[in-house]
T-cell receptor, first 114, second 109 residues
Framework: DSGVTQTPKHLITATGQRVTLRCSPRSGDLSVYWYQQSLDQGLQFLIQYYNGEERAKGNILERFSAQQFPDLHSELNLSSLELGDSALYFC?????????????FGPGTRLTVL | KNEVEQSPQNLTAQEGEFITINCSYSVGISALHWLQQHPGGGIVSLFMLSSGKKKHGRLIATINIQEKHSSLHITASHPRDSAVYICAVRYIFGNQFYFGTGTSLTVIP
């Protein structure tokens, strides 16, 4: 158990809908990262937040947005969902924001778009 | 084009064998991570490297910054090592992470 929690575990929805994925980092960790893992694209970095501020941005679509709240939990919002958004979404946390920090991964949210 | 190349893609070994997985990348990095993804999907960070070599139990990771290459070695492999091993780099410019496509390892008893 990494100490990172993600909810929900599974999510099934329809094209065009909007969903929110939630991540609670390990106690004391200030950085949260979001990743998408699909069968055809593998793991992709979406975005990083550090203490409430966006720190780095990857291949995050304009239909997706994220934020980190004052209590340090983070939410990833996915809207106008398409079939290709079906994937595993992982959240990870680390103590600080540096590139050498060890990241602790949550169990993931499996999103299925029908 | 994937910025991070891993080889081999698939690897089957007999229990006890020495295993090497390779990772190469194209531009300057601030760090390289080796991750393990279990069959159930969970991801664990094994190593973070910015230079040199690290060892943890039967696992050894090395990086050669000049050659832009890293290796993950597993000594005395065991069936519980069966997993997908993923190399990830964080580039100096842009601060983004890029991932290799993973090496699927199966260790047969």
């Amino acid at each position: 158990d990494s100490g990172v929690t993600q909810t929900p575990k599974h999510l099934i929805t329809a094209t065009g809908q909007r969903v929110t994925l939630r991540c609670s980092p390990r106690s004391g960790d200030l950085s949260v990262y979001w990743y998408q893992q699909s069968l055809d694209q593998g793991l992709q970095f979406l975005i990083q937040y550090y203490n409430g501020e966006e720190r780095a941005k990857g291949n995050i679509l304009e239909r997706f947005s994220a934020q980190q709240f004052p209590d340090l939990h983070s939410e990833l919002n996915l809207s106008s969902l398409e079939l290709g958004d079906s994937a595993l979404y992982f959240c990870a946390s680390s103590g600080l924001a540096g590139p050498t920090d060890t990241q602790y991964f949550g169990p993931g949210t499996r999103l299925t778009v029908l | 084009k994937n910025e991070v190349e891993q080889s081999p893609q698939n690897l089957t070994a007999q229990e006890g064998e020495f295993i090497t997985i390779n990772c190469s990348y194209s531009v300057g990095i601030s760090a390289l991570h080796w991750l393990q993804q279990h069959p159930g999907g969970g991801i664990v960070s094994l190593f973070m490297l910015s230079s040199g070599k690290k060892k943890h139990g039967r696992l050894i990771a090395t990086i050669n910054i000049q050659e832009k290459h890293s290796s993950l070695h597993i000594t005395a492999s065991h069936p519980r090592d069966s997993a997908v091993y993923i190399c990830a780099v964080r580039y100096i410019f842009g601060n983004q992470f890029y991932f290799g496509t993973g090496t699927s390892l199966t260790v047969i008893p």
